[in-house]
Nanobody, 119 residues
Framework: QVQLVESGGGLVQPGGSLRLSCAAS????????IGWFRQAPGKEREGVSC????????VYGDSAKGRFTISMDNAKNTVYLQMNSLKPEDTAVYYC????????????WGKGTLVTVSS
């Protein structure tokens, strides 16, 4: 059974950092593209970052460039999103998703973890 479980969300002050984790089971991340997405209240879902072990490509959305870093621990079958210099506008539910062919329309989704940036 394919499963993605996010963790690491919480309340953080502006300027702070969080590291989100996405643990995969039922499949091997080595052969998939993995992405982080977020959705803020009243807004459309937004792509944050995507990485792929198959082609070595990593991309970031404009809001994440220079502040967020995606990484993968293949031994743990886990993907991370290190978020630094957090802003109130980063408040959202963050989801990880996986697909064999890319991050445009992932087949598998986690349930999300809430990140709140507030003083």
């Amino acid at each position: 059974q394919v499963q993605l479980v996010e963790s690491g969300g919480g309340l953080v002050q502006p300027g702070g950092s969080l590291r989100l984790s996405c643990a995969a089971s039922g499949f091997t991340l080595d052969y998939y593209a993995i992405g982080w997405f977020r959705q803020a209240p009243g807004k459309e879902r937004e792509g944050v970052s995507c990485t792929s072990s198959t082609n070595g490509n990593t991309v970031y959305g404009d809001s994440a460039k220079g502040r967020f870093t995606i990484s993968m621990d293949n031994a743990k079958n886990t993907v991370y999103l290190q978020m630094n210099s957090l802003k109130p506008e980063d408040t959202a539910v963050y989801y990880c998703a996986a697909d064999r062919f890319g991050c445009e329309a992932p087949d598998y989704w986690g349930k999300g973890t809430l990140v709140t940036v507030s003083s």
